[in-house]
């Protein structure tokens, strides 16, 4: 496993499933309770298949857009390997990059039921793209960024946006953090990437960039009138952006 990914889990009592697979789901599940079995089939299976299986995985498991496909292609020819590791805390995908240029994690996925289990009582207009995301990842974030939030995280952090009810400035208009839902936040910062419920573009709800220290969002008006705002019509085009600097490399 690269070096960058094994100091990331040090002082963890991190175990490299995809090296050493348990002998038997039965056993994995005992000694595993957060490993699907999709992962424990897929930690014992050789790298280069893994990686394939994975990439026609995203692939399938997204809305089809030729600019996500063609993004997905890129990014996986970046990829130089894949591990299943399990720590006390969880358990993670890791994608390691070429000339270890950064890797990142994601947390075991949902099922659909799971999802909405969860979150059709919030009554929010989540867009279709996102909760697609959850078939793949519960939880997605470059090495030492906090990233796309589990959903239990993700439901707090939204309580909490409704709980404060600040009026944040975008451009000339003011809006209440209780109109934005939380999905991603930057590491040790209070900036978050949210979906806005008042825009709909595309006729799916857009999201935004929100910064409670400084009371601010992105403008998305700006963005429509083709400004760089880091306003997003929809949540796979805000996903091409985070990943694209590492994969673009």
Not at 41 to 49: P, R, S, Y
Request: charged residues 25%.
């Amino acid at each position: 496993m690269q070096a960058q990914i094994v100091k990331y889990f040090e002082n963890q009592n991190a175990q490299i499933l995809s090296e050493n697979p348990p002998s038997s789901w039965e056993v994995a599940k005992k000694e595993f309770p957060r490993l699907t079995k999709g992962w424990y089939e897929l930690a014992t299976i050789q790298d280069e298949v893994r990686q394939e299986f994975l990439r026609d995985y995203w692939i399938n498991a997204l809305p089809y857009s030729p600019q996500l496909y063609a993004f997905v292609d890129r990014f996986f020819a970046k990829v130089v390997e894949t591990e299943i590791v399990a720590i006390k805390g969880g358990i993670f995908l890791t994608y390691g990059m070429r000339d270890e240029k950064g890797f990142y994690l994601g947390g075991p996925p949902l099922s659909d039921e799971e999802v909405s289990a969860s979150l059709n009582p919030l009554d929010f207009p989540f867009p279709s793209d996102f909760l697609r995301f959850f078939r793949i990842h519960n939880g997605f974030f470059k090495g030492g960024d906090t990233g796309i939030l589990s959903i239990g995280v993700m439901i707090e952090e939204a309580d909490r946006f409704r709980s404060l009810d600040l009026r944040l400035k975008m451009g000339r208009n003011a809006i209440s953090t209780a109109s934005l839902f939380p999905f991603y936040r930057s590491f040790g910062l209070d900036v978050y990437q949210c979906f806005y419920q008042d825009w709909y573009p595309d006729g799916g709800v857009g999201n935004v960039l929100c910064s409670l220290s400084e009371e601010t969002v992105s403008d998305y008006h700006l963005k429509e009138t083709g400004n760089d705002q880091l306003a997003f019509p929809s949540f796979l085009e805000w996903l091409m952006f985070y990943m694209e600097d590492i994969s673009g490399q």
